[in-house]
């Protein structure tokens, strides 16, 4: 009976995935798209009237925890940042930029938390454009879904250059621009994503306010910018993935779009259609390595 149940779930929900294509592809009505993402938007999340509250950051951690598919995702993430990170990882000085909800601890102990706004799994409270530890002293900052809401990109990479080791990495995972994509954050993202933008936006809330592009906009529009401005940070990594799961997870506002038990069949079409992922993919990994001394002590 559960199985009969699963399948007429995901018969329900692979139906309504099908019109929303054929429907961006005829053509739509913005109206529409307002309806639909009114209709998948998670209960607890319609009366949210702030954002950037601490209470909304405790809210998105216990969405994070109960949703299979975005803990699982999450997890797959933080790996990632570990696997990127050389040597014995419990003698680095590691850096979660942005922390809030999530919990790298479960996977990487050691790490140092922090955010903007103290909650109870923060280690430290700071700006990403002032930040307390002495130059040349921190192995990795990694960070998911971050850059894209600082307010001042130039100063934020100032502060990271000063502190990052050389031979240190920063490691993020961010929204990527591909034609998939800019659909999707377009139309069923509250954030905005506006790649014409430049290199921040006028500073607001620390969640409410952000460009989606910015990424993109950095590290592939103004890519001989950024190495020219930060000659001792090397990119080794740009790489577009996941044009699926995130979107089905529903994130931190929105309902899971397929049952848990997808969750290997949607990842195993992902790789097959990997070779798309300039076209598809939804996020972007950036790897940066600091290459050369430079700073006195702060």
């Not at 294509?21 to 993402?37: N, R, T």
């Not at 809210?59 to 925890?65: A, C, E, T, V, Y």
Request: with cysteine.
């Amino acid at each position: 009976m559960e199985r009969k149940n699963n399948i007429v779930l995901l018969t329900r929900k692979a139906l309504f995935l099908s019109k929303l294509l054929v429907a961006a592809k005829l053509g739509y009505d913005k109206g529409d798209f307002v309806k639909i993402i009114e209709w998948i938007k998670l209960p607890e999340v319609k009366n949210i009237n702030d954002l950037d509250a601490h209470s909304t950051t405790a809210l998105h951690s216990k969405i994070i925890q109960k949703k299979p598919y975005l803990r699982k995702l999450y997890v797959e993430y933080y790996n990632q940042f570990k696997k990127s990170i050389s040597g014995d990882i419990k003698t680095k000085v590691v850096v979660e930029l942005g922390s809030g909800g999530g919990f790298i601890k479960d996977i990487m102990p050691h790490t140092i938390t922090s955010d903007i706004a103290s909650s109870k799994n923060i280690d430290v409270q700071f700006s990403g454009l002032n930040i307390p530890f002495h130059s040349n002293k921190v192995d990795a900052f990694v960070m998911f879904d971050v850059l894209h809401h600082i307010s001042n990109v130039s100063s934020f990479f100032k502060e990271l250059d000063r502190c990052l080791k050389v031979s240190g990495k920063i490691i993020m995972i961010e929204p990527a621009k591909t034609l998939w994509s800019s659909f999707i954050y377009k139309n069923f993202h509250h954030e905005p994503f506006d790649p014409s933008g430049g290199w921040g936006f006028q500073k607001g809330g620390r969640l409410s306010s952000a460009n989606g592009a910015i990424p993109w906009i950095v590290f592939c529009r103004d890519k001989q910018r950024f190495e020219r401005d930060f000659p001792s940070i090397k990119i080794l990594k740009l790489k577009n993935h996941t044009p699926f799961r995130y979107l089905i997870s529903g994130g931190v506002s929105m309902r899971q779009l397929l049952p848990s038990f997808t969750y290997n069949i949607v990842k195993c079409i992902e790789i097959i259609v990997s070779p798309l992922n300039k076209y598809i993919g939804m996020c972007l990994v950036i790897e940066l390595e600091g290459i050369s001394m430079k700073h006195t002590e702060k």
